[in-house]
């Protein structure tokens, strides 16, 4: 190969040979005309870069599209440079602060000086990026110095991006220009403004300059786009069934849950029909642990702050926490409990173990206390008090695998049970270029992770790595849960830990009578209770599986006449756990039945006179009519059946 030529590594292992300064686009035209017309960046060696910019070294390349996550948010990235070229154009003399891209779009902080932006004006907006999109300008990356970049944002004017610039060192610094405007930015971009077809800008906030209240309080606009007008549609379609999926809506209207400024914000009150949900969704758990060896524990609310200082949370968490309990004892701070495996620990360590002791596995559904910004607070997935399905597992080196895949079958079976069907698992590991993030040894994290890629793979998991997303103390294993709105949520983690053992000096008596550290494993199938109430909710849009829904049936007398047969019917069914209500009100049964769909309760029996001389009842389904008639026997056979097939482990 000559000097002149530089070898190029794709993702299907083939290698392909191109001169040096061959872009990411180039490559992509020298395989297919349609991928090049769909290439909108590269990642050359992990990197994500231009798919215009130049490779002049043999290079790992991935050309990305937008059926990948970094090809969205290269395309998102960008349409917020294309919304700021818009504003500039629009609104002479704005000041831009920072515009990245987000799970779901984009936004940009944009100051408006003395203009109060109407939200009326955003189609406005929204026209002008069009009709910039459709000039096709390129996005061009440019290398410049520090004492030119100031000298430009100082002749425009603009103290937010000098305020960003003094954080850079010279030889670091880019710009990116497309059309008329310029932009400090790292990058990437997409090849050019085309590939934007269509755009909605969807709200506006408040946002203070670098998050700090001190600061001015900025405009944030918050947009979307899309390569295919068609997919715009399609997600606010989404949108608006998010709305009424929402489980704060939900959540009020079904009487699960609510919230009161005087006990405080961002700590839920569980309402009577909520509670039940909550308990069976225990209960559920509870069983299911009780047959994979679990010992259920229970610890206290508070713990003494030196706790969380050797566990090492207190240094890494602390300013998030809650401020300390001081009590009359000079120096005495305790802590409310910002979680539960230090205070397992103590009791795993409660007495001598032997090697043939373990595993040992605590459970417990333990609330913890942390203190979110106010601003952070959103129904019950982000919360300041929260009870997590917590367990701990103190095993041998040699139990980690084996015990990890009965975590990894647990967590499987509840998105069966509860109707999750899609799901990636995320093996989360060390950042290794910032371990000072991180405590313990090499060779425990190299043990850690380890395990967790070899049992991920014998179950067959779909995974993905990501590089950085470890807990401090340990590599995990989190699962990824696509919703019926196709939204992804991360619900269950599994991780490993070889380093609470080690700073809480837990032992046990190996086969060599020499004492050796247990390996520790966290598990929360559900996670934060109140965050996988919320989303399974919007998931199943409060139309819960028939064990879990709260009032499972709603006995409805056609006339008060028939109050006594349908309390007849409601014990003998009491007494088969089904449990429901008798809607005895004054109302036409059309009326009735109209109301316990809206309640979205899973049976209504109709009781009246023909059902009451047969010994009967008439069952309509939920959101499906009449099924027949049935004796109380039969319903609840045909009751059961269904309950038993749904959390048949599979």
Known sequence: MSNQHIKITLPDGSVREYEKGVSGLQIALSISEGLARNVLAAKVNGEVWDATRPIHADSKVQLLTWNDAEGKNTFWHSSAHLMAEALEALYPGVKLGIGPPIENGFYYDVDFGDKSLDGAELEKIEAKMLDLARQKNEYVRKEISKKDAVAYFTDKGDEYKLDLLEGLDD???????????????????????????????????????????????????????????????????MLEEAKKRDHRKLGRELELFTFSEKVGMGLPLWLPKGTLLRERLVNFMKKAQDKSGYQQVVTPHIGHKALYETSGHYEKYGKDSFQPIATPNEGEEFLLKPMNCP???????????????????????????????????????????????????????????????KVIDLVLYVFQALGFEEYTAQISL????????????????????????????????????????????????????????????????????????????????????????????????????????????EHCAGN????????????????????????????????????????????????????????????????????????????RKHGEGDIGSFSVHEFAQYFKGIIEESLKQK
């Open 171 to 237: 030889g670091t610094i880019t710009f990116y220009e497309q059309g008329n405007f310029v932009d400090l930015c790292r990058g990437p971009h997409i090849p050019n403004t085309g590939f934007i077809k269509a755009t909605k800008l969807l709200n506006i906030a408040g946002a203070y300059w670098r998050g700090d209240e001190k600061n001015k309080m900025l405009t944030r606009i918050y947009g979307i786009t899309f390569p295919k007008a068609k997919e715009l549609q399609e997600y606010l379609h």
């Open 343 to 405: 205070h397992h620990c103590e009791i795993y360590k409660h007495k001598p173990r032997s090697y043939k002791d373990l595993p040992v596995r605590y459970a417990e559904f333990g609330t913890v206390y942390r203190y979110e910004q106010s601003g952070e607070l959103h129904g019950l997935t982000r919360v300041r008090g929260f009870t997590q399905d917590d367990a701990h597992i103190f095993c041998r080196p040699d139990q980690v695998k084996e015990e990890f895949i």
């Open 430 to 537: 060390r950042d290794p270029d910032n371990r000072e993030k991180y405590i313990g040894s090499d060779d425990a994290w190299q043990k850690a992770e380890s395990a967790i890629i070899e049992a991920a793979a014998e179950k067959g998991l779909d995974t993905v790595t990501e590089l950085g997303e470890a807990a401090f103390y340990g590599p995990k294993l989190d699962f990824m849960v696509k919703d019926a709105l196709g939204r992804k949520w991360q619900l269950g983690t599994i991780q490993v830990d070889y380093n609470l053992p080690e700073r809480f000096q837990l032992e046990y008596i190996g086969s060599d009578n020499q004492k050796h550290r247990p390996v520790m494993i966290h598990r929360a199938p559900f996670g934060s209770l109140e965050r996988f109430v919320a989303v399974l909710i």
């Open 544 to 619: 819960f599986p028939l064990w879990l829904s709260p009032e499972q049936i709603c006995i409805l007398p056609i006339s008060e006449k028939y109050t006594d047969y349908a309390q007849e019917i409601n014990s003998m069914l009491d007494e088969q756990d089904i449990v429901g209500i008798i809607d005895n009100r004054d109302e036409k049964i059309g009326r009735k039945i109209r109301d316990a769909e809206v309640k979205k309760i899973p049976f209504m029996l109709i009781v009246g006179e023909k059902e009451q001389a047969e010994e009967k009842i008439s069952v």
